[in-house]
């Protein structure tokens, strides 16, 4: 992953994920941009925070894998619905590396398309954090 464009602080947040979890984590990166390029990588709350507009999307770097921060059911393409054991509550979705072969990269995008666009339902906003 090229970090030369991304701040320092998260680009050095990227450089220490150890290396179980690292290809998790550059899989999740490269498929939210690639359906919101024009997507912002902050620290927020001492984890990656992927920006768009007023939409936040927080990605924890934990030991079982990765977890999502700042959706809302009813903003997540229906993920929840195919795979409702990733969902640990309080909009916190949980992807253990042990299952992220089983979540398609259609799937992943579709979240994170939905839970950074614009549109009627409320989310996370900059102004909440």
């Not at 770097?61 to 059911?73: A, D, M, R, T």
């Not at 992943?108 to 950074?116: G, K, S």
Request: no cysteine; proline share 4%.
């Amino acid at each position: 992953m090229n970090l030369g464009l991304m701040r320092a602080d998260v680009a050095a947040y990227i450089d220490a994920i150890v290396n179980d979890q690292r290809p998790l984590f550059d899989r999740v990166h490269r498929l939210i941009m690639e359906v919101q390029p024009d997507a912002h990588v902050v620290l927020s709350y001492s984890m990656p925070t992927y920006v768009v507009s007023t939409r936040r999307l927080h990605v924890g770097v934990w030991k079982h894998g990765l977890s999502f921060y700042g959706w809302e059911h009813g903003r997540d393409s229906a993920l929840v619905a195919d795979h409702p054991h990733l969902d640990s509550g309080k909009g916190t979705l949980r992807l253990p590396i042990t299952e992220a072969a089983r979540i398609s990269d259609d799937e992943l995008r579709a979240f994170a398309d939905a839970v950074l666009s614009e549109g009627s339902a409320s989310g996370t906003s900059v102004d909440d954090v």
